[in-house]
């Protein structure tokens, strides 16, 4: 395990100690777990139980629900590349993006989970690779469009992954990213119990301001930020908030709606503390 005594965002080595062991950059307010773990124990996190059970309670069961978000994520990207070109997608997990965008682009991905590389593989083919995007040999072909969808508070150095995406990218290329807001209204009120705190799965929390210090260091011109409404399944939801506490009454009444059929849909939230940023190589 190494310890991160510096920003990824801005540089700084000045920080303060926050909740739930993170600490926080004092020159651009970036947040982040700083007992970063090393490869092997960061691809144990991502087993198959992360995506059966830990993070969600089945992934592949929430696949309509990330398809509509992937859809409007796409539509975005068409209107800046109209033309399509080579798309790479880093941390493609099933591989559910890529699947939809391969109708419009040249697409291929990576990602560190051993299960999910099996899973993106079954759907779409040899264009998946595991492995870390830093060192692998794909990353060697300009790209019109790097993705990392939900992927940037993951990574143990997220400022080298977006300073080789800028490397892998033509020149007018699009760099298009969501994660987390930790300068969100939301966020601030919730504090130590914002929904998406949780080391060490999610390593890095950033605001708009920190964010935007990260990929300007890198070279990048930021052309839009949205705040989307978000797709989740009702039956994933329903599972976190009634039976993760492992209250009896709670998982009774989740069983019973989930018998007569009450959580098959989706539905859109917006609590405004997720952000998708589309920065451009000039």
């Not at 490869?39 to 139980?49: A, G, K, M």
């Not at 079954?122 to 692998?136: A, F, H, S």
């Not at 400022?159 to 033509?170: E, G, I, T």
């Not at 009450?262 to 998708?276: H, I, S, V």
Request: charged content about 20%; some cysteine.
């Amino acid at each position: 395990m190494t310890f991160l005594d510096q920003c990824v965002c801005c540089g700084g080595k000045s920080y303060t100690p926050l909740y739930r062991s993170l600490i926080s950059c004092r020159d651009c307010g970036h947040t982040w777990f700083p007992q970063i773990p090393e490869t092997p124990d960061l691809e144990r996190i991502y087993e198959e139980s992360y995506f059966h059970g830990e993070e969600y309670l089945d992934y592949g069961m929430e696949r309509n629900g990330l398809e509509r978000n992937f859809r409007q994520r796409l539509k975005v990207l068409l209107e800046l590349h109209p033309a399509g070109g080579k798309l790479f997608e880093v941390g493609c997990s099933y591989g559910y993006f890529l699947n939809l965008a391969a109708k419009h682009f040249d697409v291929s991905g990576c990602d560190i989970s051993e299960h999910a590389v099996e899973r993106a593989l079954g759907l779409l083919g040899p264009v998946v690779t595991r492995g870390d995007y830093l060192q692998l040999a794909t990353q060697r072909q300009a790209v019109d469009v790097v993705c990392l969808w939900d992927t940037l508070e993951h990574l143990p150095q997220p400022d080298l992954v977006v300073a080789h995406a800028a490397r892998h990218l033509k020149c007018g290329g699009t760099l298009a990213l969501s994660t987390g807001d930790m300068g969100s209204f939301c966020a601030r009120v919730r504090g130590s119990t914002w929904r998406l705190i949780h080391p060490p799965s999610h390593l890095h929390y950033f605001t708009r301001h920190s964010l935007s210090r990260l990929l300007i260091r890198c070279g990048f011109r930021i052309r839009l930020v949205r705040r989307p409404w978000f797709w989740r399944s009702a039956q994933a939801v329903a599972y976190r908030l009634l039976c993760t506490k492992h209250r009896n009454m709670m998982k009774s009444l989740y069983f019973v709606l989930q018998k007569h059929g009450c959580l098959n849909f989706c539905f859109p939230f917006n609590l405004g503390d997720l952000m998708e940023i589309y920065a451009c190589k000039p």
